[in-house]
Nanobody, 127 residues
């Protein structure tokens, strides 16, 4: 399983970015894909998840009014649309995957539930 993130960058407060997570080597519908971020000195934080087998999405309360997760099954890609960005959103953003055929019940926001991770993409929001 390979995950490759893209779409990070530098944006002013109030701006938007769309992150992409492309999966290869898998059957897309067998996986849940989560987005996480980690700022310097802080723990990795679960932001959102899409369970492709259950067609269910999850959001952290801190971002659900501003972030939207979506998928393009034809491209095996998951997106995270981030609007009204704030300086406190500055972090390295990661996508990660769980194979839901074998995982059983999982807690989507727990980083240690995920078996595969992308390399991360930096998001910097200036004030």
């Amino acid at each position: 399983v390979q995950l490759v993130e893209s779409g990070g960058g530098l944006v002013q407060a109030g701006g938007s970015l769309r992150l992409s997570c492309a999966l290869s080597g898998v059957t897309f519908d067998d996986y849940a894909i989560g987005w996480f971020r980690q700022a310097p000195g802080k723990e990795r934080e679960g932001l959102s998840c899409v369970d492709n087998s259950e067609k269910t999405t999850y959001y952290a309360d801190s971002v659900k009014a501003r972030f939207t997760i979506s998928t393009d099954n034809a491209k095996n890609t998951v997106y995270l649309q981030m609007n009204n960005l704030k300086p406190e959103d500055t972090a390295v953003y990661y996508c990660a995957a769980i194979n839901t055929l074998y995982s059983g019940t999982y807690y989507w926001a727990a980083a240690d539930e995920y078996d595969w991770w992308g390399q991360g993409t930096q998001v910097t929001v200036s004030s």
